[in-house]
């Protein structure tokens, strides 16, 4: 099947639409069932067998960035602990500018799921064993990351550089560190073994290694001709999913 992607700007063009005056969507709601989307999408490719529940004592390790990739993050977390996941957010630039991200950490508390903060810099590696962990989900950084990183996110990123040959790394929209219409950029860069694009792909899902990384799409919360009019086909979900692996 061959994908439609579209670039950053047009991304952001269709965020910008859907959150405009004449569909009137809410960024909390997109970001809802993005969140929701990537939990069912780990859901696919780490499902908790009833045979053997073994994952149910592992942990799913989110790192959440200061934007909206980490809010999805912060969401998708919230959604693993009510599908039997034990989710831990490591959530080191908490976002100040809109106030729902703290009633997201309220949600988070109240499900009694773990947070890490700026105070663990320096030891939140202690919370990341190849043993204990299904996957780590990388909801750094989306579609308006502009290079170059800033602290603590590239010291962060260069661990997970080195882990994801242990530790299956999931990506939330963009592989933190890529460039949204170029893909790696860098020397070094985070090869994930899951990626979710968000809406639709994005071009630098074209540089994924096809043998390594599930490829899904998730955010379902479009119509065909509102697609259709930013020049794409929407993705055929079947039933109440909302992902599909393309
Ligand atoms: N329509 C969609 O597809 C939706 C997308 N959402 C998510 O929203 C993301 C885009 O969110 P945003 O526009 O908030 O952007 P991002 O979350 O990609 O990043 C913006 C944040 O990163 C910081 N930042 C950017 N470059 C940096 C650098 N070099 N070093 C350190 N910090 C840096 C900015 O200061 C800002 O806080 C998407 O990728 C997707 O994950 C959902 O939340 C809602 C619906
Ligand atoms: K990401």
Not at 136 to 147: N, R
Not at 236 to 245: A, G, H
């Amino acid at each position: 099947m061959s994908i439609k992607v579209v670039s950053s700007k047009l991304a952001a063009e269709i965020d910008k639409e859907l959150m405009g005056p004449h569909i009137g969507f809410t960024l909390q709601q997109l970001m809802e069932l993005a969140g929701f989307s990537v939990a069912q999408a780990i859901t696919r490719e780490f499902p908790i067998n009833k045979a053997d529940q073994s994952l149910r004592k592992k942990n799913v390790f989110v790192i959440a960035g200061p934007g909206n990739n980490g809010g999805d993050g912060l969401v998708a977390a919230r959604h693993l602990k009510l599908f039997g996941y034990n989710p831990i957010v490591y959530y080191p630039k908490r976002s100040e500018k809109q106030p729902f991200y703290k009633q997201l950490v309220n949600q988070l508390d109240f499900f009694k799921v773990p947070l890490l903060s700026q105070e663990d810099n320096d030891n939140w590696m202690d919370y990341l064993k190849e043993e204990d962990t299904v996957c780590i989900v990388d909801a750094i950084f989306g579609f308006s990351f502009k290079p170059p990183m800033r602290p603590p996110f590239q010291d962060i990123v260069d661990k997970l550089v080195e882990l994801e040959d242990k530790i299956p790394i999931v990506s939330v929209d963009i592989p933190t560190g890529w460039d949204v219409d170029q893909g790696p950029i860098t020397e070094r860069f985070i090869s994930p073994s899951l990626l979710v694009s968000l809406t639709v792909p994005k071009p630098c899902s074209t540089f994924i290694n096809k043998k390594k990384t599930s490829h899904y799409i998730g955010g379902r919360f479009i119509s065909r001709e509102f697609a259709n009019k930013f020049g794409f086909e929407p993705f055929n979900y079947e039933s109440t999913d909302q992902v599909l692996k393309i």
